[in-house]
């Protein structure tokens, strides 16, 4: 069981598609309660239609993480960095996963599907959900993200 007290966001575009639908078994077999939030198949389609939703899942914490995977990662990470509270990372090895959350309490991983291996997207997840914040004096960086 994850422990987490909301299920995981996941949600990407048509480039991510398949990664996601093998992501979402790999943490269901984790023992993660996981919120598909589409795109529900594999055809063209919008990317901001699906980081948003992730995004505002949670933003309005109705989500613990967001899971967010298309082409190049940077549509879905620009797209949910939007949303207040949000702190997107944008991960292609896992180094970058356990800093975005030790230092920066990023809440939502963006995966770039077609620059990353499904293995190495899978370790990326898994360290990010498992790292803490370290706090300390990367609180008063994070505290500082924050326009409102």
Known sequence: ??????????????AGFDFKAEMIKFLEEKGFQVKDMGAYE????????????VAEAVEKREASFGILICGSGNGVCITANKHSGIRAAL?????????ARLHNDAN?????????????AKEMTEIFLKTPFEG????SRVNKISCA
């Open 1 to 14: 069981m994850s422990g987490f007290p909301q299920p995981l966001a996941i949600g990407s575009d048509h």
């Open 42 to 53: 594999n055809k063209s389609v919008d990317y901001p239609d699906y980081a948003h939703p």
């Open 91 to 99: 991960c292609w090895k896992k180094e970058i996963a356990e800093l």
């Open 108 to 120: 939502i991983i963006c995966i770039p599907a077609r620059f990353t291996e499904l293995s190495d």
């Open 136 to 139: 300390g004096r990367h609180q």
